[in-house]
């Protein structure tokens, strides 16, 4: 795994500890990003990003290493993100890390702007962390929601979110979703 654009292109990152922890492929990841320019409204400078089920922390390093911000990383095990997170030093101030069950949020501190999410496969967890977000003021107005799941996982995209565009990467599909308050 590295960072693929930004100030820190082709710095390594550490591969997890878990075999149950899944980071999104270099390949997908420069995909998603490419799409995401193209969805936003604003620059990436001016994002608060926040990465939910963050694993190794790759999505949210790339976002840092391209300019967003600021980075939050949200998983009920941090300890391969913050390993990754050591490898950054200078961005000690945009990146703040959130150790939460992502399917039982509790009110947000913050509002945010764009939300990856790659939570692990077949377990509902993304509807229940996309409920979260939405019920507890996680989301700005017309945030956008990266949503990846296996190519043949059923989601229920619950009514606050609309489907914008959806895209399939090797076993991984991938939701970008609008949401509206």
């Known amino acids: 795994m590295r960072i693929i654009a930004g100030i820190y292109r082709g710095k390594k990152l550490l591969s997890p500890l878990s075999d149950k922890v899944r980071p999104t492929s270099d390949r997908a990841r420069e995909a998603i990003f490419n799409i995401l320019y193209s969805k ?7 994002i608060d990003l926040l990465d939910v089920f963050s694993g190794t922390g790759a999505f949210a ?13 949200l998983d009920i095990d941090t300890r391969d993100l913050q390993k990754n997170i050591a490898l950054f030093p200078n961005e000690k ?4 890390v959130l150790r939460l069950n992502a399917a039982q949020l509790p009110p947000a ?13 077949n377990k509902g967890l993304s509807e229940q962390a996309l409920l979260g ?20 996982e059923q989601l229920n995209i619950p009514p606050a979110y609309e489907l914008i565009d959806e895209r399939q990467y090797g076993l991984a599909r991938v939701l970008f979703l609008r949401y509206a308050a």
């Open 133 to 152: 977000l939405s019920s507890q003021k996680w989301l700005q107005n017309e945030a956008l929601c990266i949503v990846e799941v296996e190519k043949n």
């Open 61 to 73: 390093l790339e976002a840092i290493s391209r300019g967003v911000k600021s980075a939050t990383l």
């Open 109 to 121: 501190a913050k509002k945010f702007d764009v939300v990856f999410m790659d939570a692990p496969y």
């Open 40 to 46: 936003l409204e604003k620059s990436l400078s001016e």
């Open 93 to 96: 101030k945009r990146i703040s």
